[in-house]
């Protein structure tokens, strides 16, 4: 399984970025994708995802309303639209992808599969 994150960059609060993961060799139709967050010092962080059957989708409560996932079975891309940027925002975005049970849906460990992150800074 390999995934790709890209879209990552420099924007002022209260902008706009969608990043993007390129997944290969994962099943969307039979996993869970969905993307964390980390800061420096502050453990990974839950942000969003689809759930395991159907196209239910999930936010942590510090994005919901301003963020949102998507994906295109087609081209095997998961996106998150991210809106009115804060500034605590910033942080490196990964693209995970797996099996999480309810309980661990949330957390980094439920995941078996991650890329490599890509950068997001909101200035002020």
């Known amino acids: 399984v390999q995934l790709q994150a890209s879209g990552g960059g420099l924007v002022q609060a209260g902008g706009s970025l969608r990043l993007s993961c390129a997944a290969s060799?994962?099943?969307?139709?039979?996993?869970?994708v969905g993307w964390f967050r980390q800061t420096p010092g502050k453990e990974r962080e839950f942000v969003a995802r689809f759930s395991r059957v159907g196209s239910s989708t999930h936010y942590s409560n510090s994005v919901k309303g301003r963020f949102t996932i998507s994906r295109d079975n087609a081209k095997k891309t998961v996106y998150l639209q991210m809106n009115s940027l804060k500034i605590e925002d910033t942080a490196v975005y990964y693209c995970?992808?797996?099996?999480?049970?309810?309980?661990?849906?949330?957390?980094?460990?439920?995941?078996?599969?991650w890329g490599q992150g890509t950068l997001v800074t909101v200035s002020s």
């Open positions: 060799g994962f099943s969307f139709s039979g996993g869970v």
């Open positions: 995970v992808a797996g099996y999480p049970i309810s309980t661990t849906a949330t957390m980094w460990s439920g995941y078996r599969h």
